[in-house]
């Protein structure tokens, strides 16, 4: 073939390959743009119907209340309640609610066990009482488990799944002597349920007798966390903890292994917290006594509600607000949640 035609030809095959190129580009970039589009649209859905207990923002002028509703008669539970029944006060003032949450949001439960003094002995009981406030726990909840002594064991991390916690609960073993008590519930509010940890409500149920071995008068080390630390710590914690009082009084003193004045400073601690939170103190004289407590607390727990407001004063003067909470025409419950806050930093709502 002479030159000038071969160069034609060589011309119209590389110009064919060169369209057949953009074509096939052009055909990959549509594809490519429409696979983005479809999955901006899963994502605007996700967002849509997620769980709004587990995407919930709130900036830094809201105050956040968790407001547990009790019953006066124990046999006749709380029925739900809406915003509508609800009066917020910061400082007598009545407020606007702008975010409530139902009671039937998920939670984050963290079971704080004591294995120290005469419960070290009494495993079976401990395992079985455990498996029952799993048991009672509702199916969106997720629950940790952590036993302590003188050491801390996470025993389970959060989980919903009730089989792998059962297995868990199966495998605590007894731990060294002593008690850190101060220590162990610093943990669980600095890694488990500690700011950025989750954005569902969280509560946290502590089995012990309160003695820390940093009281007065009691043999060994104790916690490096002074009780005054933890209660700054449980202020600014948005975590609500429900104090299980295990009386182990009588046969702890009768070994003369901790003085009775040690037990009564437990239990103004213990108290203390509780009043912190806004819950009270249970009250179990013997492990057998903690089923039935760890299912009343699971009732009160399906009573808790997030309530929000916007203070309608505002300045940020570093003084101290006192809040309350008030049922409307409720007389047969009772609203209990932190005392207040100090206005220099509104999100960190603490009791006076």
């Avoid at 160069?7 to 060169?18: G, H, K, N």
């Avoid at 609960?169 to 060294?176: K, N, P, V, Y």
């Avoid at 009281?215 to 005054?228: H, K, M, Q, Y």
Wanted: proline share 5%; with cysteine; glycine share 4%.
């Amino acid at each position: 073939m002479p030159w000038p035609a071969a160069s034609m030809v060589i011309m119209r095959i590389e110009q064919t390959e060169l369209s057949d190129t953009r074509t096939f580009l052009a055909r990959v970039k549509g594809i490519f743009l429409a696979v983005v589009v479809l999955l901006a649209l899963a994502m605007s859905v996700f967002a849509q119907t997620a769980d709004p207990a587990d995407t919930i923002r709130i900036d830094s002028d809201l105050v956040n209340l968790q407001v547990s509703v009790l019953s006066h008669d124990p046999l006749k539970p709380a029925t739900s309640l809406q915003q509508r029944d609800f009066q917020v006060f910061d400082d007598g003032t009545p407020q606007e609610i702008s975010f409530f949450g139902a009671a039937d949001a998920p939670f984050d439960l963290v079971l704080l066990l004591d294995l120290s003094g005469s419960t070290a002995n009494k495993l079976k009981m401990i395992r079985k009482s455990a498996k029952r406030f799993v048991e009672a726990c509702r199916p969106m909840d997720r629950i940790a488990i952590v036993t302590f002594s003188e050491n801390l064991e996470v025993v389970s991390p959060l989980s919903s799944d009730h089989k792998v916690l059962e297995r868990d609960i199966d495998d605590i073993e007894r731990l060294s002597a002593g008690t850190n008590f101060w220590d162990a519930l610093r943990h669980v509010f600095e890694k488990i349920v500690g700011p950025g940890q989750s954005s569902r409500r969280t509560a946290v149920v502590v089995m012990t007798d309160g003695v820390d071995n940093a009281l007065p008068d009691v043999e060994g080390e104790g916690s490096r966390t002074t009780f005054e630390e933890l209660a700054n710590m449980a202020r600014r914690s948005e975590a609500i903890i429900f104090p299980v009082f295990l009386d182990t009084e009588k046969e702890e003193v009768k070994r003369h292994s901790t003085p009775a004045e040690a037990y009564v400073l437990a239990r103004a601690q213990l108290a203390r917290l509780a009043e912190i939170s806004g819950t009270v103190v249970h009250r179990a004289a013997e492990l057998s006594d903690l089923e039935s407590v760890y299912e009343q607390i699971i009732r009160d727990l399906g009573t808790v509600y997030s309530i929000g407001y916007r203070p309608a004063n505002n300045t940020r003067n570093g003084k101290w607000h006192k809040v309350s909470v008030a049922l409307a025409d409720r007389p047969e419950l009772a609203a209990r949640t932190r005392g207040g806050y100090y206005a220099g930093a509104l999100t960190a709502i603490t009791p006076k």
